[in-house]
């Protein structure tokens, strides 16, 4: 059986920082790569980060390069998002997804399965 749970969002105050994890089991663990996307009422869900499982190489989207960190703990099968500096406009749902085999580590297209997502809210 295939499972992505998150945890660790909330709300928070601008410029304030939150951690989300994501625990993995069945063949999620053995995923080819692990991301966080989000999504906005009314708006398609966007890349936010993504890592590699073996390699370790990471990808970032440019609104939040510099600010977020995504790591992965591959003995707890546990990915990672720290954000940091966040804005009002970080505010949404976020999912973590684990890629099977794809090489689009930041499309949606290329990740097979999904978590119930986490809500994020930043406080202006």
């Known amino acids: 059986q295939v499972q992505l749970v998150e945890s660790g969002g909330g709300l928070v105050q601008t410029g304030g920082s939150l951690r989300l994890s994501c625990a993995a089991s069945g063949r999620a663990s053995r995923s080819n790569s692990m991301g966080w996307f989000r999504q906005t009422p009314g708006k398609e869900r966007e890349f936010v980060a993504a890592i590699r499982r073996i390699s370790g190489i990471t990808y970032y989207a440019g609104s939040v390069q510099g600010r977020f960190t995504i790591s992965r703990d591959n003995a707890k099968n546990t990915v990672y998002l720290q954000m940091n500096s966040l804005k009002p406009e970080d505010t949404a749902v976020y999912y973590c997804?684990?890629?099977?085999?794809?090489?689009?580590?930041?499309?949606?297209?290329?990740?097979?399965?999904w978590g119930q997502g986490t809500q994020v809210t930043v406080s202006s």
């Open positions: 997804a684990a890629n099977l085999a794809s090489s689009y580590y930041t499309a949606i297209l290329g990740y097979d399965y």
